[in-house]
């Protein structure tokens, strides 16, 4: 587990400096990736001095939030359907324990078919802004639906045309239609 420094409102950190928004920009920016009408009120999970993740705002409206990260490369913010919060929260566990993205994947396909992670009975939403900057940042959207198929959901696997909808992790607890609009020029 890497060590985090903090002084002076940046982080430290293997020679890398990341700066620690004030929690009024997180909540900001982490809200971007929501539709403007459902951002009021969403719970928000963004970052303290010592880059460990802290809720920053309570919330009530279905929605979770997370912060662009200031220990990693670029912009990434993303709100989801708070029922897909059990499979999120596990994922964070199991990445805080340093799992790899398969291993991360199998734990949590074991223990959704186990009944011991809670898998959302209808299709769950994650809004993502991702890019090398906010200013660069792309839109994309995924929509979970867990144990579907291409064949239960007549969606292709793979996108056949810039920002069509397709399915991925078919058959999987992990299953989502990956929308993802064209880039900005």
């Known amino acids: 587990m890497k060590k985090l420094l903090f002084c002076c409102g940046f982080l430290f950190t293997a020679g890398v400096f990341a700066q620690v928004l004030p929690n009024e920009q997180q909540i900001k920016e982490a809200t971007m990736a929501l539709p403007e009408a459902d951002r009021p009120n969403a719970k928000i999970w963004g970052y303290d001095a010592d880059g460990e993740m802290v809720v920053l705002q309570k919330g009530g409206s279905g929605y979770i939030c997370l912060a662009d990260d200031p220990n990693k490369k670029g912009f990434s913010v993303s709100c989801y359907h708070q029922d897909l919060e059990p499979f999120m929260a596990r994922g964070r566990a199991l990445q805080k324990e340093n799992k790899s993205f398969k291993e991360v994947f199998d734990i949590r396909e074991a223990e959704a078919k ?72």
Do not use: C, F, Q
């Open 114 to 185: 186990k009944g011991k992670l809670k898998m959302p009975k209808n299709p769950s939403t994650l809004h993502i802004l991702s890019g090398e900057s906010l200013e660069k940042a792309n839109y994309r959207y995924v929509v979970y639906i867990p144990w579907a198929t291409a064949a239960s959901t007549g969606l292709p696997l793979k996108e056949v045309v810039p920002g069509a909808p397709w399915i991925m992790d078919p058959g999987t607890h992990r299953a989502h239609i990956m929308i993802s609009p064209p880039t900005k020029k």
